[in-house]
């Protein structure tokens, strides 16, 4: 942490060097070098159960990007943290202060090279697919970090990949995308014990459990992912086709019987595999003046869940799923914007003993609607994001007020109210109803 | 006596009917024209590169300031990028005819908004992306009014599709050079939403003059303004890469 202060200072510096500097006297070198970052601070106060400080968090980004020429530059860019809520409560045990406590982390190592209509972009990176904001659809390139739930930014969620991402733009409007990266690394999920701590398949083991590691590698070429994206723009419509071949970032949880020493009864292993799933999407998009339509379909073809069926060999069936989502921008009154979004996840099969947050059945549906507005010129900007599931009427409600302070510094307070039964995706999370408080500067 | 006159009437009926049948195409053609022309004082070259300044005030709170870079190519394509204040930077708009996306980095890809959407202050979208009223509308001539002492064309701009900034624009044309001198923009409801003022015509670039800023006033509360301020301008060819929406990322 210290060594990325340090780090921020000397560019904080460097920028204002660069500034002073008249314009005639800037070598080139420095011209070509663009440095720009943030520092935040986030508090985080959880309501009840008990009442308390939940996070404490300072956040720092530091990002360089230097221009070769018109066709080649290269972009770095990291992001460190220390959460003082660790020193703060003793309420976390220590396998959450080690994995939350702090983090340096490199979040961007990207050559950029063009020539003619190819674009090639290499090294660590996110790639991003889809048309809708706030759902993970057609976004499945990137794993996703879900220690803080899905309430980060999107950019703070997606876990940054080593990947070759080619562009090709085979006419106008028209753009051929392949990826490829042995870079095969997991979802980030929060351990036993974090404030977000995801509930669990409720298996009726009668037999002593032992719960493996997930060792699978985690960069590998013979298990490498890719795919592609199709992109067309005719007549307003914004099309894309997509497909990908990747491993489950999330692992499945396999059941198998291991001998032990007899009298003692056999134990039952649960095996962390990450099964091969085929992604095939298709995204769209059209403005209809103010209206914007929006769309996104994925299918899930291999994808496999638990099950707490005692008879089930393995634990583990196979349901390829739909996953879409059908969504419209709209001005309201008074120049509130609203965007309303319907999304389900359909099993193509039966879903009895599947139920676990986030599947409800074999339809889960859900409904978005998120207001935003703004006064004294979107100087003070409230916003609200409500998500109901409509199978058990489990929600989310986030309301939030920034207020820009001034053009390099922003506040906003808000809070993320959750209620539902402790098995649905938002009342699993009933518990740990809390108000924020950020504070951002930006250089 | 109707008897009398009633057949020459009707022949001079037909006659004027056949006339202005004529002349309308020619007064539409004339309108289009002056459009057209007044289109050419807000876009210099086929493709090239903008810096804008805008400066919005509403009532006596001091005045916030954005800067944008805006890399435009051929009729309707354009790239807007936030260059100015910190918390906008790394924002891009691009618009591609009558598509429009907004970069946000917060989301990490581009996302579909509307032309008639708020960018600042009392700028929408479309102000900044598109400067083609004589592609967007079509033109009526409805007379001539004196403007600020100038003699102006005045003209009737009716949208073509729904897919663009304004339902219907009032547009006054100087008759002397044909320069865009004041602009009222309608909602399809046809509400005043505001007015605009054309000013500081300067030969920005070699051989061609320019309007360098452009005043927009709220058409209800008129102590809400922005002010478009068009800086320098680099003429240049941009590469294609900059009007794919799946490069807004890599543009940042």
Redo the contacts between chains.
Sequence with gaps: MRALLALLLVACAAGVAAADEPEGNTPDWLKALRVRGRLAEEFAYRLHDPGDESKIKSLGWLEGKYTFSEAANLRVATRGYYDTVFEATDRYPDNVRRNQEKELELREAILSVSHGDLDVRLGRQQIVWGEAISTFVTDVVNPKDFREFILPDFTELRVPIWALDAQWRLARNVTLEAVWTPDTMHNRLPKKGAEFQFQTVEYRFRNPVVRLPDDEDEFSLGRSEGGVRLSVLREGWDVSLIYYDQADKTPVLFQRQVANTPPRPYQIALDPQHPRLHVVGATLAKSFEPVVLRGEIAVSVGKRYETSNPLDADGVVRRDTIDYLIGVDFPLLWDVDAALQLSQKILTGDATNLTKPGVQGQVTSSVALRLTTGFFDNTLNPSVLFVIGLERADFRMSPRLEWVVSGSVTMAVGADIFEGDRRTLYGQFDKNDRVTLTTTWRF | MFSVWGAPLRRLAAVAAVVLACAAPAVADEAADIVRDADRFRRPAESFVWHITIT???AR?SP??DGFEVFVKGSGRSLVKFV????N??RSLLA?????WIYL?????P????????L??QVANGDVARADYSGDYEVKLLGEETVDGAACHVLDLKAK????TYAAVKYWVSKDGRRPVRAEFYAATGTLLKTGTFEGFKEVVPGHVLATRLTLVDGIRKD?RSVLDYGSIVVRDI???YF????M??LD
């Design positions: 919005s005030q509403e709170k916030s300031v100015a204040p910190p918390r930077v790394g591609l005819g009558r598509d429009l980095p917060d989301a990490g890809k996302v579909r908004i509307p032309f008639s959407q708020r600042v202050g599709t729904k897919d663009v809400k590469p294609e890469k794919d929406k799946n490069a990322k890599s």
